[in-house]
């Protein structure tokens, strides 16, 4: 039998990934105007957007602990084998959740055999880890050996991250309002990264198209065997410049693909628009 992949919409595929890929969809919740839309499933990214702009500031939660129930009993009674590719735990109770439930449905059902992965990765880089486990279970691969997959990427994954303003960030606890002050004083534009699975300010540089520029200088120096990956980029609501970024990324470096998507309602929220990530391995995978 197939193993059963399941992501939670931290992780910014498209819809149409998780229907054309038979990945399981868990999706985290926004609230705005005291409305509550599932992400991906009933909210675009353009109406947080929207509300932003408009002076909202939307809430956001994690994935619902009975939906977790639901899909871990099914699947449980089943006979079905999963590996859950979660959000970072440091920035969600998403995952603790989901390790709750799951502890209570294997006390009815002690062989279950799902395990939850702490990515400590956000955005597309879970998408590309995702992804690839994706591709792996449609060949019915093992699942230890997709387990394997899933968590060397994880480990491996870059997380580099430019916003238009630090103050969505640190308004939903994601950097130091003291990091927000600062880059909105100075009309400074930040890097950010994921260190131990938590957003990271490493650099401050003026000027969008230096920003870039020193982007690609980082995946210079982190990157691995670049024309031989996958590199993912995911925007929030600046599709011009994440256009002008992929750009600069094939010219530099032919990967294999660069895989680009909108930033999800959940993690936008947080972002606010303007924002560019781009992900990458520092490590290929030996098989590749």
Known sequence: MQVRILADSACDLPKSFYEEHHVTLFPLKVEINGKEYEDV???????????????????????????????????????????????????????????????????????FNLTIVDTKCASLGIGLVVREAAVLAAKNIGKEKILEDVQFRSTHMEHLFTVEDLDYLAKGGRVSKASAFLGGLLNIKPILNVEDGRLVPIEKIRGKKKVMRRIIEIMKDRGADMDNQVIGISHADCEENAIEMKAMIEEEFHPVKVFMTSIGSAIGSHTGAGTISIFFLNKIPKSE
């Open 41 to 111: 499933k009933s909210i675009d990214p353009n109406t947080v957007y929207e509300a932003i702009r408009s002076g909202i500031v939307p809430k956001t939660s994690q994935v619902s602990p009975l939906l977790f129930e639901e899909v871990f009993t099914e699947m449980a009674e089943k006979g079905e084998d999963g590996i859950y590719i979660a959000f970072s735990s440091e920035l969600s109770g998403t995952y603790s959740t989901a390790v709750m439930i799951l502890d209570q449905v294997k006390e009815k059902y002690p062989n």
